[in-house]
């Protein structure tokens, strides 16, 4: 689920799955939130503007080893077309990685996933498209998955990870840094003070009633 209302509840987010065998009452209430959450945001709208002349853009971002019990980092980003969220994923990493670097690497991977397949299917639609910007706010990711070469580092890492070298070989997508306190894809991994969260949703094709936080 995507959390566009403002959450002050520091840790909010609750893996359903895993304790659904035996829930606590900290479970209970965490599910409670996210439907005082669903009643509070129903009007909430994406907008999509399609004079804007904005093409598709995606934003990816990781918060590294954010799991206080299995140290999983966490992978979030979104596609936009016309000013508007056309996808967006914010999820547990399926492997535990040594470093933020490796973890902004396999976000930057999973992203480009999710980039092939729209840009694949826009083409199949009569679309030619040129490649599609990844933004990204870590050099050393975008380091590595623009040279194809095998370092210690990056060794140990999945190799299903590696496929977003051939991504950027091929011309399908491109990687471009963007600094992390202007980096939307933030909001997808972590909690955010209020002034920051509001500022990158209101850059995601949201519109809501007037007085809505």
Not at 24 to 48: F, M, P
Not at 56 to 67: E, H, K, N, Q
Not at 88 to 104: D, G
Request: net charge neutral.
């Amino acid at each position: 689920m995507l959390c566009l209302g403002y959450c002050s509840d520091p840790n909010p987010h609750f893996d359903s799955q895993r304790h659904a065998a035996n829930p606590s009452q900290d479970h209970l209430n965490k599910a409670l939130y996210i439907c005082c959450y669903l009643i509070g945001t129903s009007t909430y709208s994406l907008v999509y503007n399609g004079g804007s002349g904005a093409g598709l853009i995606a934003c990816t971002d990781s918060d590294w080893g954010s799991d206080p019990t299995s140290r999983l980092s966490q992978t979030g980003f979104y596609l936009k077309l016309a000013d508007g969220l056309i996808s967006w994923t914010s999820r547990a990493q399926k492997t535990i990685v040594y470093s933020s670097t490796e973890a902004e690497y396999m976000a930057l991977s999973n992203c480009s996933h999710q980039v092939t397949w729209i840009r694949s299917l826009l083409g199949e639609l009569g679309y030619k498209l040129k490649a599609i910007p990844i933004c990204g706010d870590n050099q050393g990711s975008i380091f590595m998955a623009s040279n194809p070469v095998t370092e210690p580092r990056s060794k140990h890492i999945d190799i299903h990870y590696h496929g977003i070298r051939e991504s950027v070989a091929k011309g399908n997508v491109k990687l471009f840094f963007i600094d992390g306190a202007e980096n939307p894809a933030d909001l997808l991994t972590k909690n955010l003070p209020r002034e920051k969260f509001t500022k990158f949703r209101a850059q995601l094709g949201l519109q809501f009633p007037s007085g809505s936080i």
